[in-house]
């Protein structure tokens, strides 16, 4: 702003300056052409004015007011003579011409400023009125003292009027900014003051999740426990009791018809106590707690081989051996459904597991190429129990799971639990 606010009060001043010399300029011009030029036409064909001419001349300088305000007034023909001047002593004299007198005759007038004295010179041309070209220059002098201090006042009456303006601008900026950094600071509080309520939000979020999974992998666990004694007693209750009525029917006899209707319970006992064996093998997990991960979940690759009669194509990385308990219950139980699932619904066709680990996550993928799904969250809303509780399970403990299917391009589903630790020599 203090550029420019130089850089306008020269421009305004030199411009002021301009127009009063130009002003000037076009003022002596004037007079020339009126009072001076009809006098002197005779200079286009003499060196010399007649005596006639020049006491016309004279006589009109005299009447034109010119010599009021001049200091200096002479009329200048080619060859540096001045044929007139109001300073006898120069009067038809030869001299040597000055720069302005040089460059008047080019026919433009010239202005110039004596800034110590204070003076103004003007160099005017005069035409001939037959031809145009210059015949004679008039070189006046002005002093312009009550100008040049006008033009002082004017220069300070510029530069305060500016500095007043550079001022005030200067001044709305400052209220401007000021104002401006008052608000920024107060939305800064405001902001500091609702990122710590957010924190705390999050911290509280956090604790909330923490509890949350701890609660959910209890609940694994407890689940588990709870599955296998339901287990144990089916197979070491019920179980028994249907072994033992089915051993007490062998030894019944009777009519034929009495041992028709006997082999039809002999049947219906056989038959249950069959499901009864297969439910308590679907509860019952392997005690995991034992077992290294990797086990874990080979043990429920080779007893669903086993059950099912089928192959399953198995790729497994390096897997940390200390995994949690919940950890594994719910892989084995993801792998257990999964495999169940491509089983039943997939005829048992390209079942195929890989399970990879990256340092922070563990993802296990059970893939067939059966007939695939249409509608995935349509199976999911259907009544089998398998698939939602599946997902369940793993998002409750912090994981995630992804289905990829289609028809006839076979299923695809993944599990990905959080799991960080070191690989152990052993595994
Ligand atoms: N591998 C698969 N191939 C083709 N369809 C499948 C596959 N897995 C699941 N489905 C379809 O998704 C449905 C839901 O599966 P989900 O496991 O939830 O139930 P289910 O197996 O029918 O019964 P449950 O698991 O309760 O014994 C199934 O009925 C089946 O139509
Ligand atoms: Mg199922």
């Known amino acids: 702003m203090a550029v420019g606010m130089v850089a306008m009060g020269t421009l305004v001043t030199s411009r002021i300056e301009k127009s009063v010399t130009t002003v000037k300029a076009a003022s002596v011009a004037f007079s020339v052409n009126n009072f001076i030029a009809p006098h002197i036409q005779e200079l ?9 001419k020049f006491e016309d ?18 009329i200048w023909r080619r060859g540096g003579f001045i044929v007139y001047s109001n300073e006898p002593h120069v009067s038809q004299q030869d001299f040597l011409e000055s ?95 609702r990122v710590s309520q957010l924190s705390e939000i999050l911290q509280q979020n956090r604790l909330l999740q923490g509890r949350i999974e701890r609660a959910a992998r209890k609940t694994t666990e407890d689940n588990e426990r ?44 056989s038959d249950a106590l069959g499901d009864i064996r297969n439910i308590c093998k679907g509860l019952l997990l392997p005690e995991v707690r034992s077992m290294t991960l990797k086990e874990a979940l080979m043990f429920m690759i080779r007893t669903h081989e086993r059950r099912t009669g089928t192959t399953i194509e198995c790729t497994i990385a390096e897997l940390p051996d200390q995994a949690p308990e919940f950890v594994k219950i719910a892989l084995c139980r993801f792998i257990q459904e999964a495999l169940n699932n491509a089983f039943k619904h997939a005829g048992g066709q390209g079942q195929r597991i890989d399970i990879a680990w990256n340092g922070a996550q563990i993802m296990v993928e059970v893939a067939d190429r059966g007939p695939g799904i249409d509608d995935i969250d349509r199976c999911m809303r259907g009544p089998g129990l398998g698939l939602a509780s599946l997902r369940d399970r793993i998002e409750s403990i912090g994981g995630d799971v992804t289905m990829n299917s289609a028809s006839n391009a076979g299923t695809r589903i993944t599990a990905s639990l959080p799991l960080v630790m070191e690989i152990s020599d052993a595994a």
């Open 44 to 52: 286009a064909s003499s060196e010399q004015l007649s005596l006639k």
């Open 57 to 74: 001349l004279k006589h009109a300088i005299d009447h034109s007011g010119l010599l009021a305000q001049v200091t200096s007034f002479r």
């Open 99 to 193: 720069s302005g007198v040089s460059q008047a005759w080019s026919g433009a007038v010239q202005v110039q400023f004596d800034d110590d004295i204070p003076l103004i010179k003007v160099f005017a041309p005069v035409r001939d009125s037959a031809t145009g070209s210059a015949l004679a220059v008039v070189e006046s002098h002005e002093h312009v003292s009550a100008l040049d201090s006008e033009l002082v006042a004017s220069k300070w009456q510029i530069w305060l009027a500016t500095a007043l303006i550079t001022l005030n601008m200067m001044g709305c900026l400052f209220v401007i900014v000021a104002h401006s950094g008052r608000i920024i600071d107060r939305q800064r509080l405001a902001l500091v003051e």
């Open 226 to 269: 709870l599955l296998r004694r339901m287990g144990y007693d089916l197979h070491d209750g019920v179980a028994q009791l249907v072994s033992l009525a089915l051993l007490r029917l062998d030894k019944v006899k009777g009519s034929p018809q009495e041992r028709d209707n006997l082999h039809k319970i002999h049947k219906a006992l």
